[in-house]
């Protein structure tokens, strides 16, 4: 695989990419805002490359630059893109225009932003050929209709005269794909491609993409932020920070022997399927981005660095250095002090905890259910008087929770998770069943006839960071607020106190008090949004994906100080997550839900070994993990999640199981077969035959510590 | 770094005039906001100190049918000229501004009071009582909003108050519906579901953790729509139902006066036509700036 | 000149013979009037005018003034000969024409006019000559007239003419029914009776209208009244078909019987009426084919417009802010009339605070009647003195000229009990134009000294009409009328329809009575003066002044004189070119 | 769709009720008044008690609305007071009129703000759009009454190019329409204009334009085939909704130039008390206003394949 890369690489071919000394900048009313410096990158024909950073790293304009796409405030400043031996900035509009679509194409995060809402899939895919080859329609009709079979799509003739909105995700951007495919371009860009979709739609689009990359011989420069995606796709990867690329080099090399200090760091902040919150905490990397204008001189990441040396670290800008030249295989890094730093030693220091203890139950749900009514629009419902619909959001819902305990509610979009939240904090009422906490049931207390204390011991941490804080108020007064409203203080003097108190609980500076929630950063908000639900001792926090929207590197951290707030307060965590990976890395137990429905339920380690769950089988399979050694089984869901207005009838999960049974799946509801005391599956396979299923992931027996122990 | 002074107001939702001064701050960024913004500060300035900076009563007959620049029997000079009746055309656009602008502003505010409670209350409680204000909105809308005021006006008579009132029934269920789709919009944020867990009352939720922030579309509107009032006001007093005369309204100014215009005496009306347009330009582009620089953000 | 032969104390027997061929001896009064001219204690006009009225035909009393006092006889056609055809282009108000007899708007009555014709007509000059009374002769006490009829009329439906027409218009008017305000004006032909349910009522005497025969009417009055042939032009007089209300309905739009020469072709309120020269006409020849009426809105200045781009050939009425635009159009002329038009600030005498007659003498005081017809009016027009005769009415008696005075009007205002100032409104429809609300505006720094602060309540027109005689303090128009009487009577005297001021003065009553009674001009003018004193100290109308009216005509339409009502009169226009 | 035309037919007719309902209350409250109004303003009070009883307005005022409402669902609009015969007769005719104003207005502000709002929107921020955006705003700033004032004042007696008054006396006459329409026009379009520019920029800055750009189509095609039908959506609704502001906005110009139509009739009956005439009025603009509206809304979901399909 690694035989044709690099920059001279032997047969003497000119790579279809090369990128060397690029600077793109944007121009506002602040000025110039460098968003990429120095960068050079070399593709050669089918190579997969990929670039992988968090936001703000300068990854996307790249891409764009590599399409001369920047908009009318951003423009190549210095440096060559030549594509297939020429310079795209030499070119005219009109060569540019050429080259777009049919040389290269790109393909990008949201498939529905990216199809015209209001032209069919037929005409946004003929099109391309039409204009690029002046094919016929028909000729160009044909070529659309093959290359959606050859995207995995089932039904190309209906869908071909569908508009966009009427397909599902998934197969949007399969669409998307096949469009960018259509003019067999050299080279292909993928801007975070998966990104909004769900794990297990992930997996099948990733998978197609490898598959691909592995056929076509079209050269891929795949942008992405996740580092698990990265090793299934790519043969090269460059780390990119703060607008140049750190680390550069084959994808194994990258994985085991990280050399700069902001790629080790990023690795310490992905929670292993191996690795627990008490094992191995999490080690996120301290600050954040510096904005493009408000680099540090020196080393960028340096303010950032463990192992920043002051007067070295930022007296020049850092070249990039060579680690090893292993066949044609450069692993290249741009820090002064790469081989002075032992990882593994600096790895040593950091701390084991010990496992909390879980006290009494605190929280108990019992059987509980959450029915929406939905009015039934059409003409017809009218008339028959059937035009009421039930929605179940929830379908007999039980589990506790004890004091300390963290639980985990695992599941996709639509799996009924946010409206669970929802009824424990009062915002709906339970249609059915009861939701305890200390005892007192609140399933039926909307939030307005709760008693403060009753409010107070149940607090949320949301999980958008721009929408959990209001804009308009200042952070101490938000978090005043609740102490007032609480009871806890009333003397406004008192209160400032306490707030000052909560901000260090969360690692906040004092001043923040005064700040806006616009000049907080993403996390900070998070932080902000974790102060006020603690702000009350509550005893039990639900947490809804409150890390799913932050870079890595902030959620690892944020991640952290949710724990050590638990930890300290012994509080009852219900930890709302579609991810995986973080919830075996701090859950207790686990709770997989799927339509409304639990699908699975037990221990972490219950839910992470067979047997499983068809659909926690599927999940495990579809979370991308950073670690070339761990071995994980593929299972790729056909299908989409089906609405939850028209469930099956039988089994949710009957649409997309790769271990369906029969017609039972579809036509009845599953037993709940119980596995030792609480490890409960809602299947109709009988557990003896889930017990034979092989493990999903399977860590290769080694020491658990190190995925990156370096050997040169 | 850490601590900071004690006097930090903690448990204070931060005034909204202050945030509007920030707002205008902001404007440096639109030069055409700018040129509005300093328009409709030239109108309010000479309203407030239109006893200063008036030349003459505005109601004293000096000199009829002077053309701009003609001396005045007291050694002045009637700078706009004067009209039919020998008052002065500057004295009467400086205090016909304030008349205007004052209404305006009279009228407009009440307007926006009646709408945000009525489009905070539907948005947030939805369901009946919002279907109900709704359906009134939708009465008074579906009626074309000119002839609303003519019959409002001419069932109770022209007066300043009764401008008030008819700007504030025909404009408020537009306001309303602003607020309502901004309120539905905002309260499905996170904040709103903190703030309801933390057991708020409604009008707290509505009042604090909502309207600031429908700020930037309401102060985008509230700017438009102190233009169309002031349209309003002009187009009521041009059809003859205007503030009650003789002190000076700029559309009662141009009905006067419109006669005389193909008279040979065009300054008579050409004046006051351009001080309402100005005045109307300034409120439409420092909205157009407003939402240029609120759509940065 | 053989007049000192003629003078004589029998007074029938001065009249030459050929003035008695031109029927001057039809009243007994006549030879006094032709004294009076003679020795000049009347001016020529009104010689001609009372002549006139009282049965002296037109031709006859010109000569018989040449005969006495000199002076070519004027003829008031131009001497370029009419050309026949065209259609005239109008621009005024369409209102609804439905039944002359409740005609409230000189415009309903100007449509009417080519269908339906009165008995008598009063020309642009004021004199009142006859028309479908070809004579008229009134009793010594003037209290029964008998109008000779013409008996060549005939409708345009083929009856003829006859008194049975004039008696059912009259009888009409008559019957409270019928809500003719000419129950104000033949006041000397109606009663008050209490009506059925305790109000007041007015109706007709009876006996008031007696046919004589086909062609001679004759109306018996409760009092003598002067005016009876000037009052049958007044603009809800014209005579209609004796079928008109009675066998079919009273609306002329819908059946256009008359005796004029133009029928009804087209007809839409607020749009256009058309008339089309319908039959040969037995007053002579009538120039125009067609008379067009276009309803340009109530903006004045789209009737200008219309002027000014030639879409009309005339305007019915110019407002005076107009004046100077249609100058500038060169093909256009401007016609003036002086005129008794006017609008007066009434007080509703019964409404507080204006029961108080200090507070209205108070602010009759501050009234500087000259500047307001400066300023307002561009000073066309003629002071008026809060009493409502116009100098020229034939009956005006000058009094004192008032003054402005604001120290009085302090002290009037200190003993009305408001020594602090007070706080007026007076209402304003802006029902003649613009000029009203600066009259008030001008009115308003006026009074300012005084410590009298006036608002003025604009209201639309159509709304000042609604409560012309509710609101306390009102500026109301009125129409020229051709006699002080006749105004007095129709807005002053007690109880009739159209007092506004809710004046109630037995003694001005008394003393309008004499008024109307006396024949004699001068012994009339020293009884009208009464009566103006009456209302002057009384201050119950302040009176800016009396405005000429203007119209504007294309140059095209010629032989068209102004009449100070604004009638239309266009039995001799005719159109060039 | 059906259910939403159903459901908006349904809301017409509610709404007419209520708009009916509340003119009735405002303007038939006195039924002196009415008597007064028709009979003229120097009627007496027999004539007026003698109407009142003839004419049924004895009657407590919610008979007489329901009487009325009896009549106009026989198709009988009532007498108007002004012009003493049905409204029938005045009412079509005035309605066709403003229609024909309304019509020509439309077309040229559509054309024309579309145009200009489509070449500033696709290059946001360029001069070419400051310049049409400056303009527009400007326009839209200058009531109608002013620029009646102005351009006659330029055009009739200045130039003498166009007739002042639009009264229609004539006959339907073209020209005549000229200077209505340029008021009208010139007040209306910029706010169109806007909205299609401010559509228009959004779109652009669409990652489905993106994605076109990125395809290598040609720019004209993009504008065409990709921009133009998604910026067009958002206007349509203003643009329908310019037909209800277009009614009430003729109610200056129609008075301005003297123009016969709905707004000047309307104005007239609403100063006069005309109240049959109101209620016409009033049921026709609620009709015109739902009724856009419903086309509107269709427009917007025949454009929008995202709801046309759902």
């Given at each position: ?5 690099g ?19 944007y ?11 120095d960068f ?34 951003g ?7 030549k ?28 498939p ?26 028909e ?12 995207v995995h ?7 071909m005269?569908s ?10 951007q ?5 469009m ?45 932020h ?26 194994s ?20 399927p ?18 493009p ?7 960028y ?9 002051t ?11 060579e ?70 959001a ?29 009824v ?16 007192t ?24 960071p ?6 308009s ?25 306490r ?9 906040l ?18 932080r ?32 952290e100080?949710?724990m ?31 339509l ?38 593929r299972?790729v ?62 860590i ?13 | ?12 939702p ?11 701050a ?23 100190f239109?006893p200063?900076?008036?030349?003459y ?10 053309f701009?620049?003609?001396?005045a ?21 400086i ?13 407009t ?15 947030y ?12 909105a939708n009465?008074i809308?579906?009626f ?64 604090v ?50 006669a005389f ?8 009306a ?28 | ?29 006549l ?22 009225l ?8 010109y ?27 109008v ?5 609804e ?20 014709e009165?008995l ?49 218009t009259?009888?009409?008017w ?27 009522l ?12 086909d ?11 002067l ?37 009804l ?47 009309v050939d005339m ?14 159009l ?37 009234m500087?009647h000259k ?24 009956d005006y ?64 027109a ?11 303090w ?24 159209w ?5 109630n003065n ?8 004499d ?31 009396w ?14 004189q ?16 | ?13 509610l709404?007419?009720l209520?708009?009916a ?15 007064r ?7 007496q ?29 026989s198709?009988?609009?009532?007498d ?57 705003i400007?326009t839209?700033?200058?009531?109608e ?25 004539g ?6 329409l ?39 189509l ?26 209800n ?59 929008n ?6």
């Amino acid at each position: 695989m690694a035989d044709h890369n690099g920059k001279d690489n032997g047969n003497g071919e000119a790579p279809v990419l090369d990128i060397s000394g690029l600077r793109l900048s944007y121009y506002t009313r602040a000025g110039e805002i460098p968003a990429v410096m120095d960068f050079d990158l070399t593709i050669a024909k089918g190579e997969s490359v990929g670039l992988v950073g968090e936001s703000g790293c300068g990854k996307s304009t790249v891409a764009n630059g590599i399409m001369r796409y920047m908009g009318k405030n951003g423009g190549i400043v210095g440096g060559t893109i030549k594509f297939q031996g020429r310079d795209m900035a030499e070119m005219s509009e009109e060569e540019v225009r050429r080259v777009r679509g049919k040389d290269i194409a790109m393909i990008y995060q949201e498939p529905m932003a990216a199809l015209n809402p209001s032209l069919t899939i037929a005409a946004q895919l003929m099109e391309v050929p039409m204009i690029h080859e002046e094919v016929s329609e028909e000729e160009a009709f044909q070529r659309a209709y093959d290359m959606l079979s050859a995207v995995h799509i089932p039904d190309p003739k209906r869908l071909m005269d569908s508009y966009p909105h009427q397909v599902s995700g998934g197969q949007q951007q399969r669409v998307v794909i096949a469009m960018a495919l259509l003019s067999r371009p050299a080279l292909l860009l993928l801007d975070e491609p998966t990104t909004a979709l769900d794990v297990t739609v992930e997996a099948g689009i990733v998978e197609l993409i490898a598959e691909l990359s592995k056929e076509s011989g079209t050269s891929l420069l795949y942008i992405s932020h996740n580092l698990g995606l990265m090793l299934e796709v790519c043969d090269r990867i460059c780390v990119m920070y703060s607008g140049e690329v750190v680390e550069e080099g084959h994808i194994s090399s990258i994985f085991s022997w990280p050399k700069h200090p902001y790629t080790h760091g990023l690795f310490g902040c992905i929670p292993l399927p191996h690795a627990d919150k008490n094992a191995r905490p999490l080690n996120a990397i301290k600050g954040q981005l510096p904005l493009p204008h408000q680099r540090p001189k020196g080393c960028y990441f340096g303010p950032r660095c463990e192992f920043f040396q002051t007067g070295r670290c930022d007296s020049d800008h850092i070249p990039m250095e060579e680690v090893f030249t292993d066949d044609d295989d450069a692993h290249r890094v741009r820090c002064l002090r790469w081989n002075e730093i032992d990882h593994d030693e600096a790895r040593t220091v950091e701390t084991t905890r010990d496992p909390i203890e879980v006290g009494d139950t605190v929280l108990e749900v019992d059987n509980m259910r959450k029915y929406y009514e939905v009015k039934e629009s059409t003409l017809a419902a009218m008339v028959s008087g059937g035009s009421v619909r039930q929605v179940k959001a929830n379908e007999s819902i039980s589990f506790d929770a004890g004091e300390g305990e963290t639980v985990a509610i695992v599941g996709e979009s639509g799996c009924g998770k946010s409206t669970f939240a929802k009824v424990l904090m009062g915002l709906e009422t339970a249609t059915e069943g009861e939701v305890r906490l200390d005892g007192t049931d609140l399933g039926s207390i909307e939030v307005k006839k709760r008693t403060p204390e009753q409010l107070a011991s149940l607090q949320m941490v949301f999980q958008n960071p721009n929408d959990t804080l209001n804009p308009s108020h200042s952070i101490g007064y938000q978090i005043g607020r609740v102490i007032k409203r609480f009871g806890i203080e009333s003397d406004p003097a008192k209160i400032q106190e306490r707030v000052h108190k909560l901000l260090d609980t969360v690692k906040l500076p004092r001043d923040f008090v005064n700040r806006k929630p616009r000049q907080l950063s993403g996390g900070q908000k998070q932080r902000v949004g974790i102060a006020r639900a603690f702000a009350g001792n509550p005893k039990t926090v639900i947490a809804d994906e409150p890390i799913s929207a932050l870079d890595v590197s902030v959620a690892a951290a944020v991640t952290e100080l949710l724990m050590d707030i638990q930890r300290e307060h012994r509080t009852t965590l219900l930890f709302i997550s579609h991810d995986l990976s973080a919830v075996r890395y701090l859950a207790d137990r686990i709770v997989v839900m799927y339509l409304g429905q639990i699908m699975e339920r037990g221990t972490t380690d219950e839910v992470f070994a067979p047997p499983y769950h068809p659909y926690t089988e599927a999940l495990l399979s579809a979370v991308p993990i950073a670690d070339p050694e761990v071995e994980k089984r593929r299972i790729v869901l056909e299908g989409n999640l089906p609405s939850p207005l028209d469930p099956p009838k039988g089994c949710p999960f009957s649409t997309r199981c790769q271990r369906k049974v029969g017609s039972i799946c579809d036509d009845e509801p599953p037993p709940v077969q119980l596995d030792g005391d609480d490890h409960s599956i809602a299947c109709h396979i009988p557990l003896d035959e889930l017990r034979e299923v092989e493990p999903v992931i399977t860590i290769p027996d080694r020491d658990l510590e190190a995925p990156a122990a370096p050997q040169a | 770094m850490a601590t900071n002074s004690d006097s930090t107001p903690l448990v204070r939702p931060d005034s909204t005039i202050l945030n509007a001064v920030k707002a205008m701050a902001l404007l440096r960024e639109s030069p055409v906001g700018m040129v509005g913004a300093l328009i409709v500060l030239f109108f309010v300035l000479l309203a407030i100190f239109a006893p200063l900076v008036s030349p003459y009563d505005p109601n004293a007959t000096m000199l009829p049918f002077a053309f701009p620049g003609t001396a005045a029997p007291d050694g002045g000079v009637f700078l706009f000229g004067t009209d039919h009746l020998g008052r002065d055309i500057l004295s009467r656009i400086i205090w016909g501004g304030q008349r205007v602008l004052f209404y305006a502003t009279v009228a407009t505010i009440s307007a926006y009071i009646v709408g945000i409670l009525m489009g905070l209350a539907a948005g947030y409680f939805r369901g009946y009582l919002d279907e109900i204000i709704s359906f009134f909105a939708n009465v008074i809308l579906s009626f074309p909003i000119m002839v609303l005021y003519v019959l409002i006006i001419a069932k109770l008579g022209a007066s300043g108050l009764n401008i008030v009132f008819a700007v504030v029934f025909a404009s408020s269920p537009g306001i309303m519906r602003i607020v309502r789709g901004v309120t539905m919009d905002i309260a499905t944020r996170d904040y709103i579901a903190a703030s309801q867990t933390r057991g708020e009352g409604p009008w707290y939720i509505m009042l604090v953790e909502i309207l600031p922030n429908a700020r930037s579309p309401l102060i985008v509107d509230f700017c438009l729509r102190m233009g169309y009032t002031t349209i309003t006001i002009g187009a009521l007093g041009f059809l003859g139902l205007g503030l009650p005369p003789p002190d000076p309204d700029w559309g009662g100014m141009i009905t006067e006066t419109r006669a005389f215009v193909t008279g040979g005496f065009p300054h008579m009306a050409i004046m006051p036509a351009c001080a309402v347009s100005l005045l109307v330009l300034g409120f439409n582009l420092l909205a157009d700036g407003l939402r240029e620089v609120s759509l940065r953000d | 000149m053989s007049d000192k032969k003629i003078l004589s104390r029998d007074k029938r027997r001065y009249l030459l013979p050929s003035e008695r061929a031109l029927g001057a001896e039809t009243h007994s009064y006549l030879p006094e009037l032709c004294d009076q001219l003679r020795v000049r204690k009347i001016t020529r006009r009104d010689f001609l005018r009372q002549a006139a009225l009282l049965g002296m035909t037109v031709g006859a009393a010109y000569a018989t003034a040449d005969k006495l006092i000199g002076g070519a006889f004027t003829p008031t056609v131009a001497a370029a000969t009419p050309k026949p055809g065209g259609t005239l282009r109008v621009s005024m108000r369409i209102q609804e024409v439905t039944d002359p007899a409740i005609f409230d708007w000189t415009e309903k009555s100007n449509v009417a006019r080519f269908l339906v014709e009165h008995l008598t007509r009063t020309k642009a000059d004021n004199t009142t000559v006859p028309y479908l009374a070809k004579s008229w002769e009134a009793s010594d006490d003037l209290k029964s007239w008998v109008f000779h009829l013409r008996d060549d009329v005939t409708w345009s439906n083929g009856d003829k003419f006859t008194a049975a027409d004039v008696a059912h218009t009259v009888n009409r008017w008559l019957d409270p029914k019928t809500g003719s305000s000419n129950l104000g004006l033949f006041a000397a032909m109606v009663e008050t009776v209490k009506g059925a349910d305790g109000k007041p009522l007015k109706r007709g005497i009876a006996n008031a209208v007696e046919v004589i025969d086909d062609h001679t009417i004759k109306f018996n009055l409760r009092q003598a009244a002067l005016a009876m042939p000037e009052n049958f032009y007044n603009y809800p007089a014209a005579i209609v078909h004796r079928g008109f209300g009675k066998d079919y309905e009273a609306d002329l739009s819908k059946n256009p019987i008359g005796t004029g020469p133009m029928k009804l072709e087209a007809f839409a309120v607020g749009e256009r009426a058309i008339l089309k020269k319908a039959r040969d006409w037995w007053a002579g020849p009538f120039h125009l084919d067609e008379i067009h009426y276009f309803d340009h809105g109530e903006d004045t200045n789209a009737w200008i417009a219309a002027l000014a781009s030639q879409q009309v050939d005339m305007v019915f009425r110019l407002p005076n802010n107009a004046i100077e635009t249609v100058k500038r159009l060169p093909f256009v002329e401007l016609h003036e009339a002086t005129t008794a038009q006017t609008a007066v600030m009434r007080f509703r005498v019964t409404e507080k605070p204006f029961d108080n007659v200090k507070l209205r003498q108070a602010i009759a005081a501050c009234m500087d009647h000259k500047e307001l017809l400066d300023k307002a009016f561009k000073g066309l027009g003629q002071i008026a003195e809060n009493h409502h005769v116009c100098p020229i009415h034939p009956d005006y008696a000058a009094l004192p000229p008032l003054k402005r005075d604001v120290e009085k009007a302090k002290k009037l205002l200190a003993e009305a009990g408001y020594k602090d100032g007070i706080t007026v409104e007076i209402a304003n429809g802006d029902t003649e134009g613009p000029w009203m609300t600066d009259v008030c505006a001008i009115f308003k720094n006026q009074l300012a000294p005084a410590g009298i602060n006036l608002k003025i309540n604009k209201m639309p027109a159509n709304q000042y009409w609604e409560v012309w005689d509710k609101a306390p303090w009102g500026y109301t128009a009125w129409t020229h009328r051709p006699l002080g009487t006749m105004v007095l009577g129709l807005g002053y005297r007690s109880g009739v329809p159209w007092n506004e001021t809710a004046y109630n003065n037995p003694e001005f009553d008394a003393a309008l009575d004499d008024a109307e009674a006396t024949l004699d001009v001068n012994e009339r003018k020293k009884k009208m003066a009464v009566c103006e004193k009456i209302l002057q100290d009384d201050a119950i109308i302040p009176q800016p002044f009396w405005r000429s009216v203007f119209k504007a005509a294309n140059k095209r339409v010629k032989g068209h004189q102004t009449h100070p009502t604004l009638y239309h009169q266009f039995h001799n226009v005719w159109l060039e070119g | 769709m059906s259910q939403l035309i159903l459901r908006r037919v349904g809301m017409m007719i509610l709404i007419m009720l209520v708009v009916a309902l509340l003119l009735f209350l405002m303007n038939e409250g006195d039924p002196r008044l009415i008597a007064r109004s028709v009979l003229g303003p120097y009627a007496q009070d027999q004539q007026l008690d003698a109407w009142i009883a003839q004419h049924g307005y004895d009657r407590p005022i919610m008979v007489r609305y329901f009487d009325w409402i009896g009549r106009v669902l026989s198709g009988d609009l009532g007498d108007s007071i002004i012009y003493k015969r049905p409204v029938n007769e005045i009412f079509w005719d005035r309605l066709g009129n403003t229609g024909i104003l309304a019509g020509v207005t439309f077309v040229v502000m559509v054309v024309v703000a579309l145009t200009l709002g489509v070449l500033a929107g696709m290059k946001e921020g360029s001069a070419q759009d400051r310049v049409i955006s400056v303009f527009s705003i400007t326009t839209t700033s200058i009531p109608e009454y002013a620029s009646a004032v102005l351009l006659a004042w330029i055009f009739v007696f200045g130039l003498g190019w166009l007739p002042g008054t639009s009264a229609m006396t004539g006959g339907f006459n073209v020209v005549e329409l000229i200077l209505p329409v340029m008021v009208l026009t010139l007040y209306g379009f910029g706010y169109v204009a806007r909205m299609t520019r401010a559509s228009m920029a959004e779109v652009m800055t669409n990652h489905y334009i993106r994605t076109a750009m990125l395809k290598g189509l040609p720019y004209r095609h993009i504008i065409m085939k990709h921009a133009l039908r998604n910026a067009l959506i958002a206007p349509f609704t203003v643009i329908m909704l310019q037909i209800n502001w277009l009614l009430s906005g003729v109610v200056v110009t129609e008075f301005a130039f003297g123009y016969k139509g709905f707004g000047a009739l309307l104005l007239e009956a609403a100063l006069r008390r005309d109240i049959f005439v109101i209620e016409a009025c009033g049921l026709a603009a609620v009709f015109v206003a739902v009724f856009t509206q419903t086309i509107g809304d269709l427009g917007y979901t025949y454009l929008n394949p995202r709801i046309r399909f759902k």
